[in-house]
């Protein structure tokens, strides 16, 4: 009995010695993830500036893992939760356009982590917003020094075509660009 108490009591020791928190044993190791980090991820359902408005919440799947340094950060499968922040309907020379935050990722495990992400376009994050084509171009006749004759030149009339209805299509795959430092648990490989 004896014997078995001074192990019992080493073992306890030992334990209570050990540098590692509880967290990241459970968790794994801390890393952050800073501003303007690019994760992939596939739209679950479209997104239309004809159909959707103000506030509509977005569902987006990670197509594959997030790795960093030597493990998995975002493990594949997990959702992305965000809402539509912006509609701008089309109106003449423009075509519509949207912006989306993402604002939470639900791990497959069921936790969830707030972040701080936009749908990233090369756009300032606006999806849409073309210009329209003109709705249609004047006959101006174009004489050339030289030339006895001229030609027929054809001139945008300043009257663009009304803009479409911007579509994000169901399994669209994007880019999530994280606004501030995120802070999330590796898992090692």
């Known amino acids: 009995m004896k014997r078995f108490l001074t192990l019992l009591f ?4 030992l334990n209570s010695c050990n540098t590692t928190s509880q967290a990241e044993d459970f968790y794994g190791t801390p890393i952050t993830l800073p501003k303007g980090t690019f994760l992939k991820a596939v739209m679950q ?3 239309s500036t004809a159909t959707n408005k103000v506030g509509d919440d977005i569902r987006m799947i990670a197509s594959m893992p997030t790795f960093a340094a030597d493990g998995i950060v975002i493990p594949e499968k997990s959702v992305y939760i965000g ?28 936790d969830e982590k707030t972040i701080d ?5 090369s756009n300032d994050n ?7 084509q003109p709705a249609y171009y004047t006959k101006v006749p174009h004489f050339t020094f030289g ?14 075509q009304v803009g479409k209805p911007t579509i994000i ?17 590796m898992y090692e490989l």
């Open 10 to 13: 080493t073992i306890f020791i």
């Open 45 to 47: 359902r479209e997104v």
């Open 83 to 110: 809402k539509i922040i912006e509609i701008n309907q089309p109106i003449e020379g423009c075509n519509a356009s949207l912006r989306v935050r993402i604002d939470k990722i639900i791990f497959p495990s069921g």
């Open 117 to 121: 992400g936009m749908l990233w376009s």
């Open 126 to 132: 606006l999806f849409g917003g073309e210009l329209t």
């Open 147 to 160: 030339w006895k004759g001229g030609c027929l030149a054809f001139q945008n009339s300043g009257i663009y």
């Open 169 to 185: 299509k169901a399994g669209a795959e994007l880019i999530i660009i994280l606004e501030q430092d995120t802070d999330f648990y």
